[in-house]
């Protein structure tokens, strides 16, 4: 699969700060996905994008899609001790099956 | 009522053994993956099915056979273990082969000693 560049690898954030992660590729994308992973789970779907450019929330996290195709953000506004967990960027190259991952931002909440 | 569920969630075993991992999914989906989860956390596919049929077979050992009987199970078989194989696996399964939207399983943890 491709190769994501996910940072920062790890962080800690104080209880109520925004915090921001991103993910770069360096071939074009059609989709990017964020998941979030919690001890002993699997991962879960947070914010899927489909097109350049495009911005969408789903509560405190806000995603964004690149308009180059090759770079995606997340944003977590007023973080909470819940958020904590690893959050992987996904994507999906055209006319190609295979999902590629980042190798995840540890967010670590102190309260 | 788990919609990904995957048996057994631990499985400890010794170096050389034969060992499965089921899969069952109860979302009405046409594909189905299996992602191997290192120590280091990352995500890497090994294989998909999309109605049965292999789409994805990425580069593993061919002691890895998954063997899909419908679209609502697939297992993975994995021959004469070794200590590198101890990871964690995961399910996971999609409406179709075209979208990245996953719903994984918990996880089955192996330990290979």
């Given at each position: 699969?491709?190769?994501?560049?996910?940072?920062?690898?790890?962080?800690?954030?104080?209880?109520?700060?925004?915090?921001?992660?991103?993910?770069?590729?360096?071939?074009?994308?059609?989709?990017?996905?964020?998941?979030?992973?919690?001890?002993?789970?699997?991962?879960?779907?947070?914010?899927?994008?489909?097109?350049?450019?495009?911005?969408?929330?789903?509560?405190?996290?806000?995603?964004?899609?690149?308009?180059?195709?090759?770079?995606?953000?997340?944003?977590?506004?007023?973080?909470?001790?819940?958020?904590?967990?690893?959050?992987?960027?996904?994507?999906?190259?055209?006319?190609?099956?295979?999902?590629?991952?980042?190798?995840?931002?540890?967010?670590?909440?102190?309260? | 009522?788990?919609?990904?569920?995957?048996?057994?969630?631990?499985?400890?075993?010794?170096?050389?053994?034969?060992?499965?991992?089921?899969?069952?999914?109860?979302?009405?989906?046409?594909?189905?993956?299996?992602?191997?989860?290192?120590?280091?956390?990352?995500?890497?596919?090994?294989?998909?099915?999309?109605?049965?049929?292999?789409i994805i077979n990425e580069t593993v050992p061919n002691r890895f056979s998954p063997k899909s009987p419908d679209k609502a199970h697939l297992n993975l078989h994995i021959n004469s273990l070794e200590l590198g194989d101890?990871?964690?696996?995961?399910?996971?399964?999609?409406?179709?082969?075209?979208?990245?939207?996953?719903?994984?399983?918990?996880?089955?943890?192996?330990?290979?000693?």
């Amino acid at each position: 699969g491709q190769q994501l560049n996910q940072s920062p690898q790890s962080m800690f954030i104080q209880e109520g700060e925004d915090v921001s992660m991103n993910c770069t590729s360096s071939s074009i994308f059609n989709t990017w996905l964020w998941y979030k992973q919690e001890p002993g789970e699997g991962p879960v779907l947070l914010i899927a994008l489909y097109k350049a450019g495009e911005l969408t929330s789903n509560g405190r996290l806000t995603a964004q899609f690149g308009i180059t195709r090759k770079d995606s953000f997340l944003n977590i506004s007023a973080s909470i001790p819940s958020d904590v967990g690893i959050y992987f960027c996904a994507g999906r190259p055209p006319n190609d099956y295979k999902l590629s991952f980042g190798a995840g931002t540890t967010v670590t909440v102190r309260a | 009522d788990t919609a990904v569920s995957q048996t057994p969630k631990y499985l400890v075993t010794q170096m050389g053994n034969d060992k499965s991992i089921k899969c069952e999914q109860n979302l009405g989906h046409d594909t189905m993956y299996w992602y191997k989860q290192d120590s280091k956390k990352f995500l890497k596919i090994m294989f998909s099915y999309n109605n049965k049929e292999l789409i994805i077979n990425e580069t593993v050992p061919n002691r890895f056979s998954p063997k899909s009987p419908d679209k609502a199970h697939l297992n993975l078989h994995i021959n004469s273990l070794e200590l590198g194989d101890s990871a964690v696996y995961f399910c996971a399964s999609s409406q179709g082969a075209n979208t990245g939207e996953l719903f994984f399983g918990e996880g089955s943890r192996l330990t290979v000693l």
